[in-house]
């Protein structure tokens, strides 16, 4: 009941929280009303394994897609590691979306090369519904994925633009390394991608809901990548909760 209670009490409350000095130390906007987590102090407030992944395997030069960039927390320590790289950050919750661009001009004097682009990613241009979730809005989710029990229910459902990574491909920037979490859209995606798979080759880090690991694994296996357990860096025959695909 009191977690209920705050997430009610800080729908839309914005925060100024620093990442941690290891990843850039950028001043960024966020939100308890994406993950309650934003509450807690120091390096507690932030995904410690998403940092490492950023810290581990972004080089100087990296390009980088964040599909499903939430708050930013990814493309700002991204931005901090990869010097002239570039990023761009993808998120269909325009609200989250807008924070991100605060964040943006929060840190103008650092002149992170960061665009914004507020479209959800699917295996076809056009538009879907979106759910916001009632809980966190980190669990949002095309309704055609379906969502989780995370969500808590639905507080709203809105419709939002669509687009695929091949257009992405071809409108933006080719990419060395695109984290995706998109709460079940993942197959999604990855179907809207051949062109990304097959030519770009990228290094991925993927959430992969559990009813899409076959089929997520199985593309990856199509295009000839490698799996790797995004916690423990062990290879894996199937894909996990967080995976990183290697082009082989």
Not at 132 to 137: E, F, L, N, P, S
Not at 155 to 171: A, E, F, S, Y
Not at 186 to 215: H, Q
Request: proline share 4%.
């Amino acid at each position: 009941m009191f977690r209920r209670v705050l997430e009610l009490l800080s729908r839309r409350r914005v925060l100024k929280r620093r990442l941690p000095r290891d990843v850039g130390g950028a001043s960024i906007f966020v939100s308890p009303d994406a993950q309650l987590k934003y509450l807690k102090p120091g390096k507690g407030a932030f995904d410690r394994e998403l940092l490492a992944i950023a810290k581990d395997y972004l080089g100087s030069q990296s390009n980088v897609w964040d599909i499903g960039a939430n708050v930013g927390v990814f493309t700002f320590a991204a931005a901090s590691l990869v010097g002239k790289g570039k990023i761009l950050a993808v998120e269909a919750d325009i609200w989250l979306a807008q924070l991100i661009s605060r964040s943006v001009l929060l840190n103008k004097k650092k002149e992170y090369n960061i665009t914004v682009l507020p479209v959800a990613i699917s295996d076809q241009v056009g538009v879907a519904s979106f759910m916001i979730a009632a809980r966190g809005r980190a669990s949002n989710a095309l309704r055609s994925a379906g969502g989780n029990s995370m969500m808590g229910g639905v507080r709203q459902i809105c419709t939002v633009p669509t687009l695929t990574l091949d257009i992405l491909l071809n409108k933006t920037f080719k990419p060395d390394f695109v984290k995706i979490d998109v709460e079940g859209a993942e197959k999604m995606v990855l179907n809207g991608a051949g062109k990304t798979l097959s030519s770009a080759r990228p290094v991925f880090y993927i959430e992969v809901n559990a009813s899409n690991c076959d089929d997520v694994t199985h593309i990856f296996r199509y295009y000839h990548y490698r799996l790797v357990d995004g916690s423990t860096g062990a290879p894996i025959d199937r894909c996990t909760d967080n995976s990183l695909a290697f082009p082989e």
